[in-house]
């Protein structure tokens, strides 16, 4: 199995930018497709951003894309979140998340087909 830890959340205003990583240990992400979620304050866990376990297949939820950039570091074991153009509607608590993937080009965009999560690390953006 995986552990994953969140990291980089905090406090910035609107406009600016900010990147959250999640290291795994325990296993290789190389076999895991990983994706952000997060969750804003009295709502549930929304998806934000997925990558295939090749690395080269993305997606994003629409109000994000072309914001937001999913990533990887195969040597540090890390996957990343750069966030940029922060908006006040970005507040939330974001998840990293691992589910294992046969197919390299798969990735999965929903909360229940994920089965390795992180603690979460809180993001504030103000006006």
């Known amino acids: 199995q995986v552990h994953l830890v969140e990291s980089g959340g905090g406090l910035v205003q609107a406009g600016h930018s900010l990147s959250l990583s999640c290291a795994a240990s325990?296993?290789?992400?190389?076999?895991?497709?990983m994706a952000w979620f997060r969750q804003a304050p009295g709502q549930g866990r929304e998806f934000v951003a997925a990558?295939?376990?090749?690395?080269?297949?993305?997606y994003y939820l629409d109000s994000v894309k072309g914001r937001f950039t999913i990533s990887r570091d195969t040597s540090e074991n890390t996957v990343y979140l750069q966030m940029n153009n922060l908006i006040p509607e970005d507040t939330a608590d974001y998840f990293c998340?691992?589910?294992?993937?046969?197919?390299?080009?798969?990735?999965?965009?929903?909360?229940?087909?994920?089965?390795?999560w992180g603690q979460g690390t809180q993001v504030t953006v103000s006006s």
């Open positions: 998340a691992a589910e294992q993937s046969h197919n390299s080009e798969y990735y999965y965009i929903r909360e229940h087909e994920y089965h390795y």
């Open positions: 325990g296993d290789t992400f190389s076999t895991y497709a």
């Open positions: 990558m295939s376990r090749s690395g080269n297949v993305k």
